[in-house]
């Protein structure tokens, strides 16, 4: 068992590994790999990390859904980025933009004074 202190270290590394946007699964398999845990220790270390995250979205409606979606973007965002596929990476920023209700997605059909056709 793991004393306060590296408990917290294997946390924050989780979180960090989180805030890059690298899939739960993935940052399991790492830290199982590198801190010589079981895949069970690590899992309960990443979901401890991501209750952290999920942290940053109290006040919206839903929070746990919401940042498994969020997170869940961003990851294929990085995805698309490291791949060069500038396509998805712009669908991605689109979702983001529309899951965080940050109203940056310019669509002719959302301005004042827009008919259509």
Request: contains cysteine; aromatic residues 6%; positive net charge.
């Amino acid at each position: 068992m793991a004393n306060k202190s590296t408990s917290k270290q294997r946390v924050d590394w989780c979180y960090q590994e989180l805030l890059k946007c690298r899939a739960t699964h993935q940052i399991a398999a790492d830290l199982s790999k590198r801190e010589g845990i079981s895949p069970r220790q690590a899992r309960r270390y990443v979901s401890t990390a991501f209750k952290d995250l999920k942290g940053i979205y109290e006040d919206i409606d839903k929070p746990d859904m919401l940042t498994k979606l969020i997170h869940g973007t961003e990851t294929v965002l990085e995805r698309a980025l490291i791949t060069g596929n500038l396509n998805a990476a712009l669908g991605a920023m689109r979702d983001l933009d529309a899951l965080m209700g940050l109203g940056y997605t310019h669509n002719a059909k959302s301005r004042p004074g827009y008919y259509g056709k």
